[in-house]
């Protein structure tokens, strides 16, 4: 067993190393670097669309998922052994996509077979890009209180009403969305639908954000017919599949605090402030902070090991995304802070060709939303305090 | 290897877990302390130890032991911490284990300690804060060496058996070379030891040297060559000391949760009130990332991989840092009676604080892992 595994590491690197290229190795610039796919999609190099290609060939853009839906049908173990290989050479993931974090989960789960095949292969070759219609102007942290409806018109569901915060959605191809279907039962009245964002009635609004960028939009459905076939488990009961997902959504934005910002944080600060006689970052007590730091960084790398370990072997407790989630954000907030602070006055720069255009303070002023999106800080406290401590509620 | 416990490891946990919370809660160690307890622990619990294997776990299966790793007796230290229980078991079955592993001592110590007749403490520190600096010197006599210098915060060290002593043979104080490590009878002529009574009631010793004649045989490994020796009887104490910690941290926590879960004010739980709920929430989560992160140093340590120690010293300092919060959460959610000798929190509080300081403290791992990047 173990001598397979051995094999398939070796065979897995030598892979890699024959198929990613160097270029695909090296620290991401910037945002442009990240290949989101879709079916407009938008390479920074030629190198970029190969890598993709070729690992979307192999199904290693999904590992794990079966063969049939695009996957590469990898047990645990192999899974891991990609992920670690992969890790070790650097290598950059071939495709951001909140369709592979997110909504593939809930379709392997929830997704009845057709659902499946039509839209997983596309998600794991990068050739539709999927957007979350979750929050609302009057549903954020209370997010069953959402009240877009959708109206059953016999063949079809006509959806009216708007969304807020949808990532991306102004370049999203397809929406995967929570709709109220039944105004008598908060919780068990929300279905779980998907639709082309090409349809008519769609429109989006970009928000101008703190850091100058608009990852996020207000969402319009006016009149969106939605073909019943659309319709992801069953009707009333899109809540569980909410939940399922918001779970995988939780993990990925947990994965934040593990990003590295192409160099180590103490590099940034020795590049300002040097080095003392003794070959030590000179600020004392900037040092003192980074290296305390480094501790909660890796420790935390620990747990998200331990983590996707225990969810493939289905061992994890279902509440511990929020934990994830909680832990991972509130330290990549600190990593920016110390990133900041390290950077001096040069990381204030905001429109200069030296500082990317401000690439590293309007990185700062995004990870301020990593402890608000997919569920504030408080709310994983909430849970965390209701499900997996057990104390009485209020 | 996945990061959590294969099924033998769980079945250990089990009985580890049974065991020690039935022969050593912390009823026991409160009833050593009331009876001002010269020992520091029980000797006929260390006996028992042996006879369900613990003393063994990491004693090679060649030399009569289980043959098992820094896991399992990571799941056997974190009991002894849940429970506070008064043991040599780090000092002895890990520590002095570790350092002995494939030594000409080994014959002599291994199955003393197998059987629970002997205990081991560690001489290694000579100053109040753990540090690489080691004075005490070992010049060549005879046909031996003469010891001479001071040592503290030597746990067990006025009832130990063997004393593992840190001495400089090459060298001056601060080099990391030029050290030997030397495997020490209790008897030895020119030893004066001073047991001190600390704040968690265990007892640690400041011990004297004055040319302490030692045969070349007491010598493990090799002369000067004492590092290597040191560095695994250091990771192998410290990643234990983590393990301890976890079990003292997580105990804390429990004792924490169950009183929020029962205590009433204002004629509501006072585990319903969300300022109580996220301060709990929040050491919950530190305490997990800690537990991962002294796994991943155990089986790193297990499998002789590179970067175990860093990874020894990320789980000493994690698990300093949540402990020592899950402690002071645990009395200030107590309240009032956390504060009372009565209550089992304050007991928590002073074993983490000594368990803090031994074999290093976070900010003195933090600095280790900032050196080995090289800033």
């Not at chain 1, 290949?35 to 890598?51: D, I, V």
């Not at chain 2, 030397?182 to 265990?202: E, H, I, Y």
Request: glycine share 10%; hydrophobic share 40%; net charge negative.
């Amino acid at each position: 067993m173990s001598d397979d595994l051995e094999a398939f590491r070796a065979e897995t690197r030598d892979w890699l190393e024959a198929n990613c290229p160097p270029e695909m190795r090296k620290p991401m610039r910037s945002d442009k670097d990240i290949c989101w796919g879709g079916r407009n999609p938008q390479f920074s190099s030629p190198e970029q669309k190969l890598w993709l290609d070729r690992m979307a060939e192999r199904g290693w853009t999904v590992p794990d998922w079966p063969k049939e839906y695009g996957g590469g049908g990898l047990d645990p173990a192999r899974a891991k052994i990609v992920r670690e290989e992969m890790a070790r050479l650097k290598c950059r993931n071939p495709l951001y996509s909140f369709g592979i974090s997110m909504l593939g989960p809930a379709l392997l789960k929830y997704g009845n077979e057709a659902q499946k095949l039509e839209h997983l292969p596309k998600i794991a070759r990068g050739e539709i890009r999927w957007c979350q219609g979750y929050s609302e102007p009057n549903a954020g942290s209370d997010l069953a209180g959402l009240a877009t409806s959708a109206e059953d018109k016999g063949d079809h569901f006509l959806v009216n009403g708007q969304k807020v915060w949808t990532s991306y959605a102004d370049k999203a191809d397809w929406i995967f969305c929570l709709v109220r279907t039944d105004r008598s039962n908060k919780h068990n009245g929300i279905s779980f639908v998907l639709f082309d964002m090409e349809s008519e009635g769609v429109s989006t609004k970009p928000i101008l954000l703190i850091s100058g960028y608009s990852p996020f939009c207000e969402t319009f459905f006016d009149n969106v017919k939605v073909p019943k076939e659309n319709l992801v488990g069953e009707l009333n009961r899109g809540w569980d599949v909410a939940k399922y997902l918001l779970g995988h959504e939780r993990e990925m934005i947990s994965g934040m605090g593990l990003r590295d910002s192409g160099k180590p944080l103490h590099e940034s600060a020795i590049a300002t402030v040097g080095r003392d006689a003794e070959g030590r970052l000179a600020d004392p007590l900037l040092r003192a902070q980074i290296a305390l730091f480094e501790v909660r960084a890796k420790a935390f790398a620990a747990m998200s090991e331990r983590f996707i370990d225990a969810l493939k072997a289905g061992k994890a407790h279902p509440a511990q995304p929020s934990m994830m989630k909680y832990y991972g954000t509130e330290l990549n907030k600190t990593r920016y802070e110390l990133l900041m602070a390290s950077g001096g006055s040069d990381a204030l720069e905001w429109e200069s060709a030296e500082s990317g255009n401000g690439a590293l303070p309007r990185a700062w002023l995004r990870t301020k939303a990593n402890s608000i999106e997919g569920g504030t800080s408080e709310i994983q406290l909430n849970i965390i305090a209701k499900r997996i401590l057990e104390l009485p509620n209020q | 290897m996945p990061l959590f416990l294969n099924d033998e490891q769980a079945m250990l946990a089990d009985t580890a877990k049974d065991f020690v919370a039935e022969h050593a809660p912390v009823s026991h160690l409160r009833k050593l302390r009331d009876d001002h307890d010269e020992t520091g622990f029980s000797p006929a619990l260390w006996k028992q130890f042996a006879e369900m294997g613990f003393t063994g776990i990491l004693i090679p299966e060649n030399d009569n032991g289980l043959g098992l790793g820094h896991v399992e007796a990571g799941i056997v230290l974190e009991e002894i911490g849940r429970n506070l229980s008064p043991s040599p078991f780090l000092t002895t079955a890990v520590a002095a284990v570790s350092a002995l592993q494939g030594s000409a001592q080994r014959d002599r110590w291994f199955p003393a300690i197998l059987s629970g007749d002997s205990v081991a403490a560690l001489a290694i520190d000579e100053h109040a804060k753990h540090g690489g600096c080691i004075a005490m010197k070992a010049e060549r006599s005879g046909n031996g060496f003469r010891l001479s210098g001071t040592k503290q915060f030597v746990a067990h060290g006025h009832v130990a058996d063997l004393i593992l002593v840190a001495a400089r043979t090459a060298g001056s104080p601060q080099d990391k070379e030029g050290i030997t490590l030397f495997a020490v009878s209790k008897d030895s002529t020119g030893m004066s030891v001073d047991p001190r009574r600390l704040a968690d009631s265990s007892l640690a010793s400041h011990m004297t040297f004055d040319n302490v004649e030692v045969d070349a045989d007491a010598v493990i490994g090799e002369v000067d060559q004492g590092g290597t020796v040191l560095n695994r009887l250091l990771a192998a104490g410290r990643t234990g000391a983590a393990a301890e910690m976890l079990g003292v941290g997580s105990g804390a926590m429990d004792l924490t949760v169950n009183y929020l879960r029962e205590r009433k004010q204002f004629g509501v739980h006072i585990g319903s009130f969300q300022a109580l709920q996220h301060r709990a929430a929040h050491l919950y989560s530190e305490l997990e990332v800690a537990r991962a992160a002294i796994l991943k140093a155990q089986q790193l340590l297990d499998g002789g991989s590179e970067g175990a120690e860093q990874a020894v010293s990320v789980a000493k300092a994690q698990i300093g840092l949540a402990t020592t919060l899950a402690v002071q959460e645990g009395i200030q959610m107590h309240g009032g009676i956390g504060m009372t000798d009565e209550y089992d929190i304050g007991f928590y509080m002073k074993r983490g604080r000594v368990l803090a300081e031994l074999f290093g403290d976070a900010n003195y791992h933090a600095n280790l892992l900032a050196e080995a990047s090289g800033y």
